[in-house]
């Protein structure tokens, strides 16, 4: 078993021990979408009008939320610093921690969003397109959001500082994965949204671990 | 071969230590003494790579000595290192602590091995407890275990001792004159008097 592969099953172990950490991002995400429509008002073409919007601003928040205990935990019980003197290489290990907080913040939402876009009548071909938008989009919110938790570890106020610095990074990708849905809606296709987003997360797939390792370096030195 | 060679750090403006030079030869050890704060822990971890030195050269091997961070990489697979945390996950139990510790390092280790060690160290019947309900005396113990399930030569130990019964001291000198017997090498900081078999020596760290 190569180190990407234990670290991804360790921390998935780990998490479903500890099941509310997990639990709460889903939630949250959960009560954020079913408020809306509520708030708005049954008005059904302005719902399904803010719906990708609204979907994809709380499958966002819901992602950053779980982002400061990335590192942190490993960092405080001194396991991070064996990740770094292990042969295998810190950055394929930080790899492994990126896949497994997609696993367990990005995926429950992907299966999720359908259910929650039936509140605001999208329509079966847009149900489709928000879940593959997020399927497609939400690894690029886990990456950069790696990038964030590794620089901030060890901050005082760091939950703070990770919002302000990873919330700005995560507009294109809100703005394309909204945008497919709403292309769908009216009628262009998702396909050039889906696309960039697609390239989007290939391009933070390269860069980011390489990014978060060497700021996580940096905070162990310290 | 481990060889420091005048090797210097800074914290900020202050000088921690400078013109630290020794070696560790195969099946020698090395007790690293000194007070508190004079950065016996900052040496450690920046032999071990997870720091950097103001000046001076870290080799390992029959290396040539150069500048910079010398061939890291390469000591990175010869060398254990235990600090002041313990790197052990509160949720595992001692057994799976020990078999993720080996997964993610890329090295095999076999369930066997892995109990006797545990069992070496005095954890027999405790394996499968969640680490959170062991006491630190026992959690020590489950750490140290790496030890016995690793073949690193180089073991870099800050503090080893602590949190020990006198029986479990007993135990973990062994487990190091055995390494040592074996051709392996130690360096360990320790505040009280450490009696290990074969070549040794303490050096004594000083602002």
Same mark, same amino acid.
């Given at each position: ?7 991804? /099953? ?8 500890? /099941? ?14 079913? $408020?809306?429509?509520?708030? &708005? ?26 982002? !400061? ?66 399927? &497609? =989009? ?19 106020? #760091? ?22 849905? *709403? ?35 940096? %905070?162990?030195?310290? | ?10 914290? =900020? ?20 003494? =000194? +007070? !508190?704060?004079?950065? /016996? ?7 071990? #790579?997870?720091?950097?030195?103001? +000046?001076?050269?870290?080799?390992? #091997? ?17 060398? &254990?290192?235990? =600090? ?12 799976? !602590? ?19 060690? $545990? ?8 394996? !499968?407890?969640?680490?959170?309900? $062991? ?29 020990? +019964?006198?029986?479990? *001291? %007993? ?20 505040? *009280? ?15």
């Amino acid at each position: 078993m190569s180190g990407f592969t234990a670290v991804v /099953k360790r921390d998935v172990v780990l998490a479903m021990r500890r /099941k509310t950490e997990v639990l709460m991002a889903v939630f949250f995400f959960v009560v954020v979408a079913a $408020l809306f429509p509520l708030g &708005i008002g049954p008005d059904l073409n302005t719902l399904r009008m803010v719906a990708p919007g609204i979907l994809w601003v709380g499958a966002l928040l819901a992602s950053m939320l779980s982002l !400061n205990r990335l590192f942190a935990s490993d960092y405080a019980d001194g396991t991070l610093e064996q990740m770094a003197l292990a042969p295998t290489g810190l950055t394929q290990l930080v790899a492994g921690k990126v896949v497994a907080h997609w696993l367990l913040s990005g995926f429950p939402l992907v299966v999720l969003a359908p259910l929650l876009g039936v509140q605001f009548d999208l329509s079966a071909t847009a149900l489709w397109t928000l879940s593959l938008s997020l399927l &497609i =989009g939400t690894p690029v919110l886990s990456l950069i959001g790696s990038i964030g938790a590794a620089l901030t570890l060890g901050v005082r106020g #760091g939950e703070v500082l990770i919002a302000m610095l990873v919330l700005p990074l995560y507009v294109p990708t809100l703005v394309f994965g909204a945008g497919a849905v *709403q292309a769908e809606v009216t009628g262009l296709g998702a396909s050039a949204h889906l696309s960039i987003l697609a390239a989007m997360t290939l391009i933070s797939a390269v860069l980011s671990p390489w990014a978060s390792t060497a700021a996580l370096r940096l %905070a162990l030195e310290s | 071969m481990l060889t420091i060679s005048n090797l210097s750090c800074d914290r =900020g403006d202050r000088q921690l230590f400078s013109g630290v030079s020794f070696s560790i030869s195969a099946g020698e050890w090395l007790h690293l003494s =000194g +007070d !508190n704060g004079v950065g /016996k822990t900052s040496l450690l971890r920046l032999i071990c #790579g997870l720091g950097a030195h103001t +000046d001076g050269h870290i080799a390992w #091997g029959s290396d040539v000595p150069q500048a910079g961070p010398a061939s890291r990489s390469d000591l990175r697979e010869h060398l &254990i290192y235990l =600090g002041h945390q313990l790197a052990l996950k509160d949720d595992l139990s001692a057994l799976e !602590n020990l078999m993720t510790h080996a997964a993610v390092a890329g090295q095999a280790l076999s369930h066997e091995r892995a109990f006797t060690a $545990l069992a070496e160290l005095g954890l027999r019947g405790r394996e !499968n407890l969640p680490v959170k309900v $062991l006491s630190q005396g026992q959690k020590r113990r489950a750490a140290l275990a790496r030890l016995l399930t690793s073949d690193a030569s180089l073991w870099v130990l800050d503090e080893p001792f602590v949190a020990l +019964d006198t029986h479990a *001291q %007993a135990v973990l000198t062994a487990v190091m004159n055995a390494h040592l017997t074996r051709g392996g090498m130690v360096l360990l900081t320790s505040h *009280q008097a450490v009696e290990l078999s074969g070549q040794g020596h303490v050096y004594r760290l000083a602002a």
